[in-house]
């Protein structure tokens, strides 16, 4: 392939993964205005254990056409799906369910914001690869947008936040998740449905004993027509949805310059909220939108080659 031709054809590679991780926040978004809307008293680890069976049984049928070929080689890789399953599905989202019931959904936001910044730990923790400074300039800029909307654009509400165990769960879930992520790049060879549905059946077996255990307590699911829809939703679009794009996004560019999308979730979660809830849209909410938009202009933007430059 000829330099003529590979050019387009990165480029539009690049623009495929920007679409791919614009949609998957978009998905992931979803979650909260839809609980808050429907589904505020559903035990936490029953909501879990029946979202991520519903989306493994889902999912395992799209895979179909591919199980004989790649199950012998997800079986052989069984140590790295254990981790994908257990950490990527399991520890991330009971981290982050407990955290948000410990904390507030301000802090929640903010320390989210430390995704793509623990990522590039993770990157590093793992591969050793170091981020560019455009980059870090970016994840820096879209912060602030954060951090203007989680305070409202006040320096006194940011300086009142206090910080609990909450806070730290949220933290752990996040840096489970970045693992996740970054072990993306060395994700055995078969198709994108059974890597998924391997990883959600290993998370929903991870599971069941806390939803054993939170039966045993008392804690009830009743299924009628409005729990099953909300459930099925959440199988479908915040995580079949959302973890496919989101996967295929990292394969292209990876986990590093994918991490700086996670900024987009408060974003969009706004927008829902103005859109579904009546909520009133402030100044400062379109201020931080703004900043974290300019954060992936800057992330997306790469400097001319030299090579380029010389023979211009």
């Known amino acids: 392939?000829?330099?003529?031709?590979?050019?387009?054809?990165?480029?539009?590679?690049?623009?495929?993964?920007?679409?791919?991780?614009?949609?998957?926040?978009?998905?992931?978004?979803?979650?909260?205005?839809?609980?808050?809307?429907?589904?505020?008293?559903?035990?936490?680890?029953?909501?879990?254990?029946?979202?991520?069976?519903t989306a493994a049984i889902l999912i395992s049928l799209v895979a179909a056409p591919h199980w004989k070929r790649d199950l012998p080689i997800l079986l052989s890789r069984w140590k790295y799906m254990l981790?994908?399953?257990?950490?990527?599905?399991?520890?991330?989202?009971?981290?982050?369910?407990?955290?948000?019931?410990?904390?507030?959904?301000?802090?929640?936001?903010?320390?989210?914001s430390a995704t793509p910044m623990i990522t590039m730990v993770s990157v590093f923790a793992l591969f050793r690869e170091t981020p560019g400074l455009r980059q870090c300039i970016a994840i820096l800029v879209s912060m602030i947008g954060v951090f203007v909307i989680a305070s409202a654009g006040s320096l006194a509400n940011l300086a009142s936040l206090s910080l609990n165990i909450g806070d730290l769960l949220i933290v752990a879930g996040t840096g489970f998740y970045t693992i996740y992520s970054a072990l993306l790049?060395?994700?055995?060879?078969?198709?994108?449905s059974t890597l998924i549905a391997g990883c959600f059946i290993?998370?929903?077996?991870?599971?069941l004993p806390?939803?054993?255990?939170?039966?045993?307590l008392g804690g009830?699911?009743?299924?009628?027509?409005?729990?099953?829809?909300?459930?099925?939703?959440?199988?479908?679009?915040?995580?079949?949805?959302?973890?496919?794009?989101?996967?295929?996004?990292?394969?292209?560019i990876g986990a590093t310059r994918a991490g700086q999308f996670f900024h987009l979730i408060p974003a969009f979660g706004i927008l829902q909220a103005v859109l579904?809830?009546?909520?009133?849209?402030?100044?400062?909410?379109?201020?931080?939108?703004?900043l974290i938009a300019a954060g992936l202009i800057i992330a997306s933007r790469k400097a001319r080659p030299q090579a380029a430059a010389e023979t211009a």
């Open 1 to 53: 392939m000829t330099e003529a031709t590979a050019q387009p054809k990165a480029r539009s590679s690049t623009a495929t993964a920007y679409l791919l991780l614009i949609l998957a926040p978009l998905c992931w978004s979803t979650n909260y205005p839809l609980v808050r809307l429907t589904a505020p008293d559903m035990p936490p680890f029953h909501l879990s254990f029946w979202r991520w069976l």
């Open 83 to 112: 981790v994908m399953g257990g950490v990527g599905i399991f520890l991330s989202n009971t981290g982050t369910y407990w955290g948000l019931h410990y904390t507030t959904a301000t802090n929640g936001l903010l320390l989210q």
């Open 185 to 192: 790049r060395v994700r055995p060879p078969v198709h994108q």
């Open 202 to 207: 290993i998370g929903t077996i991870c599971f």
């Open 210 to 216: 806390c939803f054993l255990a939170e039966s045993a």
């Open 220 to 252: 009830t699911l009743v299924m009628t027509p409005k729990n099953m829809g909300v459930i099925l939703f959440l199988a479908v679009v915040p995580t079949i949805f959302a973890m496919s794009l989101w996967g295929v996004g990292v394969d292209l």
């Open 276 to 290: 579904l809830l009546g909520e009133e849209l402030h100044l400062f909410h379109a201020v931080g939108i703004a």
